[in-house]
């Protein structure tokens, strides 16, 4: 039995897929915990797994708006933020884990895993194509660099970096990726109950561009 940290956000789409792997690994026999911002607790407790509150990193709520270059900069600086990082090697130091899952725009806490040299996984909970491209181009790399994150080599540095979708839907699964990038094909996890059934109805399908309160999604 392997003991398993899961370090997440509040970003909304980004938390199924890991309490999806999250729900596999646990079947499978391995003890699973999650590190998170303190409002994801409900959720997270309520799927059965441990969990323990950021205490240094930025307060964040996916359903708060936060428009214009404001909000643009407050997200970016929710990636680079070094305080879930700092609560990571804390959690570690009083409860190791044999592997870390970091969700892949937590740039701080790869990173902090990089230096203390702990097994790690980058989860990649969308299109690699799409984040990659976001960690080359466009503000995010630059206040990254000003911190001394490098996004892209921190994800291939990993042991390994799981992508929860189909290869053949990702334009990123049409080239040679580095050897660490692994897709996992879509991740199932349970509907909320409270949902209303479809019944016999057409169904709808909903394509979204993100889950946050950002103008325009």
């Keep these: 039995m392997a003991h398993i940290l899961f370090v997440t956000w509040d970003g909304g789409g980004n938390v199924p897929p890991a309490l999806g792997i999250a729900a596999e690994l646990h079947r499978r026999g391995h003890e699973v915990r999650f590190l ?3 409002q994801q607790r409900r959720l997270i407790e309520n799927r059965g797994f441990r969990f323990t509150a950021f205490r240094r990193a930025r307060p964040w709520r996916s359903t708060t708006a936060h428009p214009g270059i404001r909000g643009l900069y407050a997200y970016l600086s929710v990636f680079t933020d070094p305080g879930p990082g700092i609560d990571l090697l804390d959690t570690v130091a009083d409860e190791p884990a044999d592997v870390v899952v970091i969700d892949c725009l937590l740039y701080g806490a790869v990173a902090a895993a990089e230096r203390a040299r702990l097994p790690r996984v980058t989860l990649v909970h969308t ?3 799409f984040m990659e491209a976001g960690a080359k181009r466009g503000p995010a790399p630059v206040l990254a660099r000003l911190k001394g994150q490098r996004p892209l080599r921190l994800w291939t540095s990993s042991d390994l970096v799981l992508v929860t979708t189909e290869r053949d839907l990702d334009p990123a699964g049409r ?4 050897p660490a990038v ?3 094909g879509v ?3 349970p509907m909320p109950s409270t949902l209303t059934p479809v019944g016999e109805r057409k ?11 950002f103008r325009g999604q």
């Excluded at 080239?175 to 580095?178: I, Q």
């Design 36 to 38: 998170g911002h303190p």
């Design 127 to 129: 299109f690699y194509e």
């Design 175 to 178: 080239r040679d990726l580095p």
């Design 182 to 184: 692994h897709y996992t």
């Design 187 to 189: 991740v199932g996890h």
């Design 203 to 213: 169904p709808l399908i909903l394509v979204s561009l993100s889950s946050t309160n």
